[in-house]
């Protein structure tokens, strides 16, 4: 193939365009965390379980809620994204438009950067603000080991679900399959049953995601394995990979626990209770040279990931 015709496949495969758009644009134009319409999808999951996750229903009934109230919001946003999608002139630029939205790359990358500076410094009311918004439980608790520990594991959920998953999602069913992903996170987060008013009603919003989750998850945790200590990641899968309650985030943790000899996992106190959690990987609690480790490793694993997308996007034909 000539490089001319290699060129003109490139600019009319408009699924590659759309996904190396969207990259660009989300690192030239970030949207500040603040002002992100996602917080708007937050807030509307708030109000809406206010109304209709009632503590003195029954069991049955609360599930039931959750279950409803998760199709009422995701699949009114289904149609109106396929409605939607029908009217624009610009497919490709809809596509870019909706994975530009859902990706939170930059985002984390800063948080990752932000708290290994304060956690190097000793600053723990600067880490405890900066893990706040991430975390369902109360960060003024939390000692300087346990804010590392938490931060490390924010930090590999966030690229996992907010990167990975993303980009995954893009690949089998372009920009709408991306934001709907996000949307499907965002439920589970802001319903997480690790709040009490949320632990029978959130259970749906948490299943689903966690099917969501697994395949996308699993295949960068293998992509993590490789290289340096791969071996032993691999049998800290054979060992620990199901101990987690969530299968997909599960493998991240142990993979990366693991191969940098990190413990993660373990007790943590939710609503003054205390939850017994696995504990994953090696025996060293993470410091600021390992929060700095994690973020090197999981950058270069995604620049490995976002060529294979490319190269199956250009090989395979668009989505769009």
Known sequence: MTTSA???????????LALWGALVLHWLLPIPYPMHPLRIWHRLALLIAARVNHPHDNYAQRLLAGYLAWALMWLTVVVLLFATSQL????TLFQL???????????????????????????????????APYLNRNTTVLSLLGLGKAGAET??????RHVVGVLFWYAIGGGIAAILYRLAIGLARAWSPTRTQYAVFGYPAI??????????????????????NGRVAI??????????????????LVVIGYK???????????????MERPR??????????????IQQLITQRLYVWVVLESLLLYFFGGIL
Not at 6 to 16: C, E, G, P, Q, Y
Not at 88 to 91: A, E, F
Not at 242 to 250: A, Y
Not at 280 to 293: N, S, V, W
Request: hydrophobic share 45%; net charge positive.
């Open 6 to 16: 290699f060129i003109a496949s490139l600019t009319t495969n408009s699924s590659l």
């Open 88 to 91: 624009v002139w610009y497919p």
């Open 97 to 131: 438009t909706l994975l530009w939205l859902a990706l939170d790359w930059q985002h984390t990358s800063q948080l990752s950067h932000q708290f290994n500076y304060a956690y190097g410094h000793n600053d723990k009311a600067q880490c405890r603000q900066l893990l």
């Open 155 to 160: 930090i590999i959920l966030s690229y996992g």
């Open 207 to 228: 299943r689903i995601a966690a099917i969501l989750d697994i395949l996308p998850l699993r295949l960068f945790a293998l992509l993590l394995s490789t290289g340096r």
């Open 235 to 252: 049998k800290g899968l054979r060992q620990q990979g199901e101990n987690w309650h969530l299968p997909g985030p599960g493998w991240l």
């Open 260 to 274: 940098l000899a990190l413990s993660l996992g373990g007790p943590a106190i939710y609503n003054n209770v205390k």
């Open 280 to 293: 994953l990987g090696g025996r060293i609690t993470p410091a600021a040279l390992h929060i700095a480790q």
